[in-house]
Nanobody, 124 residues
Framework: QVQLEESGGGSVQAGGSLRLSCGVSGSTKLARLIAWFRQAPGAEREGVAGVLTSNGAAFYTDSVKGRFTISRDSAKNAVYLQMSSLKPEDSAMYYC?????????????????WGQGTQVTVSS
């Protein structure tokens, strides 16, 4: 089993930046695909960005391309989400998820382990 712990959320004005961190522990070798999801009140949880830990290949949902960057630090067992040019619609609880490699990185069922989430609030 993989344990995931998110940090770095907070409140920021539109146009600002935040960096989220996901600490990975436990059976880290199982965490071959790690992704960030978000869920706003009343909305479905959606995939934001994913990364293959083996080669760093990254995937993004269209709405964050060019603004968000996902990266991993294998030595620190951590995955980061650098968020820039934030918009009010980016406000949500952000979750880190881990699972085996999958072509469907944005599908919730591709992941076996989830963190508790970190809140991001962007004000206009």
């Amino acid at each position: 089993q993989v344990q995931l712990e998110e940090s770095g959320g907070g409140s920021v004005q539109a146009g600002g930046s935040l960096r989220l961190s996901c600490g990975v522990s436990g059976s880290t070798k199982l965490a071959r695909l790690i992704a960030w999801f978000r869920q706003a009140p009343g909305a479905e949880r959606e995939g934001v960005a994913g990364v293959l830990t083996s080669n760093g290949a990254a995937f993004y949902t269209d709405s964050v391309k060019g603004r968000f960057t996902i990266s991993r630090d294998s030595a620190k067992n951590a995955v980061y989400l650098q968020m820039s040019s934030l918009k009010p619609e980016d406000s949500a609880m952000y979750y880190c998820a881990a699972g085996p490699p999958s072509y469907s990185w944005a599908r919730l069922t591709a992941y076996t382990d989830w963190g508790q989430g970190t809140q991001v609030t962007v004000s206009s």
